[in-house]
């Protein structure tokens, strides 16, 4: 049970809106294997980690609040999650149950191993700058939404990073990568993402848990309109590295002229 515990990540505060991130490596006990949000929670209902899995996790509100309640088979010590940067990290073995989540709670929770059922089938290869749906389950206490390396998910995700308390009528992400894929999820709430080729532009609107946005390299993109409690999660196929931005517009065209893309 004393292996129970907080890990704070970092807290990137910002006037256009607050970000964090949890990647391989840094403060992570463990590499990524899956990644599952559950929302749409019904009130009075609760959840068990028997529907997940026993395997190392960490636990994370990204947005409402929760509690969890730990049992080793002889002790229990109950933990309250509500701000998206404190995770509650719970290895291997040990038993979870939630519940009391307030109103828009969205729980996030990282697996240091696949499900043994479910979500096989294969990435299709087809990735790139579409809305696909997500493998979605409707369950009696809410919505499950699962991402699983190696099972159907377009890369093995290595970092998850996520924007919430946006204020009004602030824009964020105007720029491109070079090689970075990922999947771009409104777990709460809304907002657009305009992704722009260098030739073209095209809007989309997220609103909904169970599907995501690909974006694949060498795409400017702009984020805005976001909603009153938005919350943007993104999977991301690469750790964090500063050289894989292009940050400049017209450094951006004159990438895409040289690359031919
Ligand atoms: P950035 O990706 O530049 O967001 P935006 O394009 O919306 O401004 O991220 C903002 C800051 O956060 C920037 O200083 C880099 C830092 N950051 C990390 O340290 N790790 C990450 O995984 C991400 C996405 C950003």
């Known amino acids: 049970m004393e292996r129970v515990r907080f890990i704070n990540f970092p807290k990137i505060l910002d006037e256009r809106g607050n970000l964090s991130v949890v990647e391989n490596g840094a403060a992570l006990p463990f590499e990524i294997a899956g990644c599952a949000w559950l929302y749409d929670l019904r009130d009075g209902e609760k959840w068990q980690n028997k529907h997940l899995g026993g395997k190392d996790e960490l636990i994370i509100a990204l947005s409402g609040g929760f509690e969890i309640t730990v049992n080793d088979g002889t002790d229990s010590k109950s933990f309250y999650l509500n701000r998206p940067y ?5 290895p291997k073995g040990l038993q979870w149950q939630m519940g009391n989540f307030t109103t828009n709670s969205v729980v996030f929770v990282l697996s240091a191993e696949t499900s043994v059922n479910g979500g ?16 979605e389950a409707p369950c009696l206490q809410g919505h499950i939404t699962v991402v699983e390396n190696g099972k159907g998910s377009p890369f093995d995700v290595k970092r998850v990073y996520y924007l919430y308390d946006v204020p009004a009528g602030e824009s964020r992400g105007a720029h491109a990568h070079k090689a970075l894929k ?16 260098g030739k073209e532009k095209h809007l989309y609107t997220l609103n909904r848990p169970g599907e995501a ?4 390299p060498g795409m400017w993109r702009t984020l805005d309109g976001f909603s009153s409690g938005a919350i943007c999660l993104v999977l991301a196929s690469e750790v964090y590295t500063a050289e894989d931005y292009i940050r400049d517009y017209d450094e951006f065209l004159e990438y895409k002229k040289q690359k031919q893309i």
Do not use: M
């Open 213 to 216: 946005l690909e974006v694949g």
């Open 86 to 90: 404190r995770a509650l990290y719970v």
């Open 182 to 197: 990922q999947l771009v999820i409104a777990v709460s709430g809304s907002f657009n993402i305009t992704l722009d080729d």
């Open 120 to 135: 096989e089938t294969a990435a299709d290869g087809s990735f790139g700058n579409k809305l696909v749906p997500l493998n």
